[in-house]
């Protein structure tokens, strides 16, 4: 399985370079070069299996040689054994049709522990075979960094640093990245905002020198690694409702565009999937993307759903590379373009992405009237996130297909909002329960990429 990138001029590599990179070369994502399919028969037999079977099933043919079957369901295992519920991914009924998929079991409480769990267990795997060692840096609005850290943390050959923006992300979130005890694990507070610490890290990726002196690799959603492992939980679930032999629709809190695309890979790998519908607050860009086929930046406003406050949402250029035809070229000029400001997407490419995705927007309000109405009728504490999600689907869905929402955190992590809107403080889970009793440890720094990149120097080689 070779993989291929978004802007056609970077080499094609195998599944451990891919995911070891991250980025391409040529500043584009990588993608399949084909997409394997499993068969109606393939899909059945997955009635009744464990979703550490299912995920073996799914992920198999994209790894190629990088790991020996053996090896490969052992990750897995690792990976998904720290989860709080045994399904792992349980689904839950909200109503006539209408499906939760609860993704917020996992050790940081989102979505992106499934993903992270696994590439920490991949990226460990395949450096102790090599002998080299890593150093991973990430910058965060919250989720992706507490889920980085709690994957990473102990592991022998890698460091990982995590810049997110001081005094600005919530207190659970901060907790959660501050309280591991590893020493390979390090926590900044960068003085600025979320922009500021993905502006320094992209500068450590200009900066070869520094890259190729540490061996910096990112974790960031653009990590293939990170799609695959998401989409294992589009076949659990519409396997546990009938799949093959019914069609299901699945609804997704939207931001950057890397959840649903693995929806769009289970599709295309065979799995009967109607519609992906996208669903976004109120930084709305690839709603009205969808709605119109201009693709232009505005300024972030902040939301109660802050993991999806995003002006640009970087794993569409995947979805832009399959509706353009997997022309590299156009991929790129579009990017060009984006520099500058925005783009029209081509109405040939409008009519693909058209075939897969419908969407919708939601405002703040119609969030927290979410959040009280499901709790109140649907028998669930809904984040603020999935209760964006809950909304589009009801409003846009088909009576005659299954509608299956994810919830993509769990509601304690944003206590304010979820109270704000139903009265209720979700409590922490047990498991965790302790986390306001923890020691902390960061290190504040300030918005300075030379101060940055001397720290970690400093850090690694202590
Ligand atoms: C990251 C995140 C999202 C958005 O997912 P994308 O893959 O970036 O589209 C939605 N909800 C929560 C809680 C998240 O952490």
């Not at 300030?446 to 202590?462: G, W």
């Amino acid at each position: 399985m070779q993989y291929i990138s978004t802007r056609g001029k970077a080499p094609a590599l195998g599944f451990e370079d891919t995911m070891l990179s991250g980025l391409a070369r040529d500043g584009g994502l990588y993608v399949p070069e084909t997409i394997p399919t499993l068969s109606a028969d393939d899909i059945r037999a997955m009635h009744g299996l464990s979703y550490e079977e299912i995920a073996f099933r799914v992920m198999r043919p994209f790894v190629g040689d990088a790991f020996t079957d053996e090896v490969f369901a052992d990750l897995i295992a690792k990976a998904y054994a720290n989860f709080g519920h045994d399904a792992r991914a349980p689904l839950v009924q909200l109503g006539n049709g209408h499906f939760l998929l609860e993704l917020f079991h996992g050790p940081t409480l989102a979505f992106k522990d499934f993903a992270m769990q696994l590439i920490g267990q991949m990226f460990q795997e395949a450096l102790s075979r090599s002998g080299k060692r890593v150093t991973i840096v990430g910058a965060t609005s919250g989720d992706t960094g507490s889920a980085a850290i709690e994957a990473f943390r102990g592991l022998d050959a890698v460091d990982v640093f995590i810049l997110y923006p001081h005094g600005r992300v919530s207190e659970v979130q901060r907790r959660q990245m501050t309280t591991p005890v590893e020493s390979n694990v390090h926590a900044l507070a960068l003085d600025g905002t979320f922009d500021d610490c993905q502006a320094r890290l992209k500068d450590m990726f200009n900066h070869f020198e520094f890259r190729d002196s540490v061996k910096l690799a990112g974790v960031n959603s653009i990590n293939w690694g990170r799609v695959l492992a998401q989409v294992v939980y589009y076949f659990s679930s519409a396997v546990s409702l009938g799949a093959p032999d019914r069609t299901v629709s699945f609804t997704v809190p939207t931001g950057n565009f890397g959840d649903i695309f693995a929806g769009y890979i289970a599709k295309r790998m065979g799995l009967p999937i109607d519609r992906l519908v996208v669903a976004t607050n109120q930084n709305d860009i690839l709603h009205r993307c969808l709605s119109t086929g201009g693709y232009v930046t505005d300024s972030v406003t902040p939301s109660i759903s802050p993991s999806m406050d995003i002006q640009v949402s970087s794993n569409f250029e995947r979805a832009l590379f399959d509706a353009y035809n997997r022309d590299g070229n156009a991929v790129a000029q579009l990017m060009d373009e984006l520099k500058a400001g925005g783009f029209h997407v081509s109405q040939g490419a409008m009519q693909v992405l058209r075939e897969h995705y419908d969407s919708g927007g939601v405002s703040e309000d119609e969030t927290l009237s979410m959040i009280a109405h499901a709790n109140r009728h649907m028998g669930e504490l809904l984040c603020p996130h999935s209760a964006i999600g809950v909304k589009v689907a009801e409003d846009l869905r088909d009576p005659n297909v299954p509608m299956i929402t994810l919830a993509t955190a769990h509601p304690a992590k944003f206590p304010d909002a979820v109270e704000k809107a139903s009265g209720i403080r979700p409590p922490l889970p047990d498991r965790m329960a302790d986390l306001f009793d923890r020691d902390e440890r960061v290190t504040r720094v300030p918005n300075d990429l030379d101060q940055l990149e001397t720290l970690i120097k400093d850090r690694i080689a202590s």
